[in-house]
């Protein structure tokens, strides 16, 4: 498929901007460039020919070194694991320490199920109904009605 | 190439990760100290402006949002930090910036050459800020138009004008220096 095409104009523009080398010019248009070039390289030569002795200066000077020590320095300032300060849980407030949140709310579980059981039962009496109860299941034979007579006497 | 993403180093910096932070540092920082050099043409100042940018990187780490690439926001600081010392002092320009010395060239050869380097140098420190800026994330770092001018903060098609109007102003230094009609 091909794209948009380029003039000749947009890759003396690129040619001038960019300087002689395809490698600096935008990908976009790079290839279409190089084959317009391809095409007619008279045209362009004088054009590239100017622009090389620009990139042929500017590749001469010297790459500044960074100096010894710099990245020590930098790193120095970084965060340190020990003072980063971490995100918590809202639940580390009641459960500071990671391993007690189960322990913790295995304990939770049995004291409110405890005591929902007993209040719903009505306390002591509950025993005694219990054991009545109990009479009940071990005794098929006797009927419901029996049972019932014998909690109301029972009370 | 690594299969640990930008963000994922960037997250392990921050939470303080001494490897990804020396990653993060190595793969970033020369191109900090280089561009704040050619910008200040000072050692000690392009030091200044690279220890600044990574406290601001360590500082932001922490939010940090992937919109941008680290280099080009690390960048973005750099260039701005030697913005504010530009305002503050006018540099005076290198009469001998350091240069190699090339044992193969004779003395007038190695005259030649260091005046040519002194001329293309004081032509790259006189040139306007933003030209400037825009020749050495391009022409000298060799950064893609679409970061440069990230970098930059405008446009392509504007990095474009002042990317042009460098190169003919520099070419103007060649067509003094060897007689050439460059233009």
Redesign the interface.
Known sequence: MKGPMISADRVL?LI????SKPS?W??GERVQAQQLIEADPDFFSKALE??Q??DS??S?????N??LG??D???A????????PTKKHFLRFFFPQEFQLPVGAALASLCVGAVTSYSYAGGADFDAHFDSGSAYIQSPESSFDDWLNSMEEGQ | MSDITELDQITKAAAGDRSAQAALVHGNMPMIYRVAYRMLQDEGEAEDVTQETFLRAWKALPNWKPEAKFSTWACAVAINLCRDKLRKFKPVFMDTPPEKTDMAMTPDQQLASKQALSDINAQIASLPDRQREALILSALEGMGNKQAAAVMGITVHALEGLLGRARRALRTVLFDRTGEEIE
């Open positions: 523009e001038g901007i960019y300087g600096a935008p990908e100017k622009a002795s620009l200066e500017l001469n000077i010297e790459v500044p960074v100096p710099l990245a320095a930098v790193l300032n970084a965060p340190d694991r020990a003072t980063v």
